[in-house]
T-cell receptor, first 115, second 112 residues
Framework: ETGVTQTPRHLVMGMTNKKSLKCEQH?????MYWYKQSAKKPLELMFV???????ENNSVPSRFSPECPNSSHLFLHLHTLQPEDSALYLC??????????????FGSGTRLTVV | GEDVEQSLFLSVREGDSSVINCTYT??????LYWYKQEPGAGLQLLTY?????DMKQDQRLTVLLNKKDKHLSLRIADTQTGDSAIYFC????????????FGGGTRVLVKP
C-alpha cells in the first residue's frame, strides 16, 4: 500500500479509556507529523519527528503521548481525554525538513469522538 | 513566526472561475502550496509554486505569486461541483526551519 495510512478511521472513546492512533507511511520519508483539526482551530501542529527523534512538541497536554518506533510508523497514545479533544487527527510525512515541491503527504485522518 | 491568512468562505456558480486568496508574512518563504480537503478526507496537494516564479499553470489551476505584497492566489477555471472543498494555503519558510505553516482554510461552495 502506498501513501500515508491512518487507523482507525473513526474512534469513539470514553474519558477514562486508553486508545492509540496509528500512522504508517511507505514513501521512504524521514519526517512525520501529528496535526489536530477542529472547528475552533483548523490545523494545529502537535508533534514533529525527524529520523525517529521528536523535534517539536507544541505545548500539547500530557494526555497525548506520541511514539515513533521507526521512520515508517507513528503512534498517538491517548488517555483520560476530554470532550474538547474530539477532532480529526491527521498524520503527515515529508522526505525531511528540506522544502521541496512535494510538501507534506497527509493521511485520511482519524475522526475521534470523546464521550 | 510565519503567519498565513485566508478568507473563510467563497461561493461560486458552476462554470465560473474561483479565486482563493492567501497572504503571508515571512519574506524568506521558499515554496508555497495549495492543498484541497474534501469532506472526511485528509489534505491533498494540488499544486505548488517556487518563490522565484510569478505564475504557474496546471490545467484548470493557475497560481499567482506577488512577493512584494506577500500575496498568493489560486484560480480555478470552469469550477465544477467536485471542486467544493476546503482549500488550504501553506508556506515553507527558512525562518520556520522549512516546516510548513498553514492558513486557516477557505471553504469553497460551488452552486449549480
Amino acid at each position: 500500500e502506498t501513501g500515508v495510512t491512518q487507523t482507525p478511521r473513526h474512534l469513539v472513546m470514553g474519558m477514562t479509556n486508553k486508545k492509540s492512533l496509528k500512522c504508517e507511511q511507505h514513501l521512504g520519508h524521514n519526517a512525520m507529523y501529528w496535526y489536530k483539526q477542529s472547528a475552533k482551530k483548523p490545523l494545529e501542529l502537535m508533534f514533529v519527528y525527524n529520523f525517529k527523534e521528536q523535534t517539536e512538541n507544541n505545548s500539547v497536554p500530557s494526555r497525548f503521548s506520541p511514539e515513533c518506533p521507526n521512520s515508517s510508523h507513528l503512534f498517538l497514545h491517548l488517555h483520560t481525554l476530554q470532550p474538547e479533544d474530539s477532532a480529526l487527527y491527521l498524520c503527515a510525512s515529508s522526505q525531511d525538513f528540506a522544502a521541496t515541491g512535494d510538501g507534506y503527504t497527509f493521511g485520511s485522518g482519524t475522526r475521534l469522538t470523546v464521550v | 513566526g510565519e503567519d498565513v491568512e485566508q478568507s473563510l468562505f467563497l461561493s461560486v456558480r458552476e462554470g465560473d472561475s474561483s479565486v482563493i486568496n492567501c497572504t503571508y508574512t515571512d519574506s524568506s518563504s521558499t515554496y508555497l502550496y495549495w492543498y484541497k480537503q474534501e469532506p472526511g478526507a485528509g489534505l491533498q496537494l494540488l499544486t505548488y509554486i517556487f518563490s522565484n516564479m510569478d505564475m504557474k499553470q496546471d490545467q484548470r489551476l493557475t497560481v499567482l505569486l506577488n512577493k512584494k505584497d506577500k500575496h498568493l492566489s489560486l484560480r480555478i477555471a470552469d469550477t465544477q461541483t467536485g471542486d467544493s472543498a476546503i482549500y488550504f494555503c501553506a508556506v515553507s519558510s527558512k525562518a520556520a526551519g522549512n516546516k510548513l505553516t498553514f492558513g486557516g482554510g477557505t471553504r469553497v461552495l460551488v452552486k449549480p
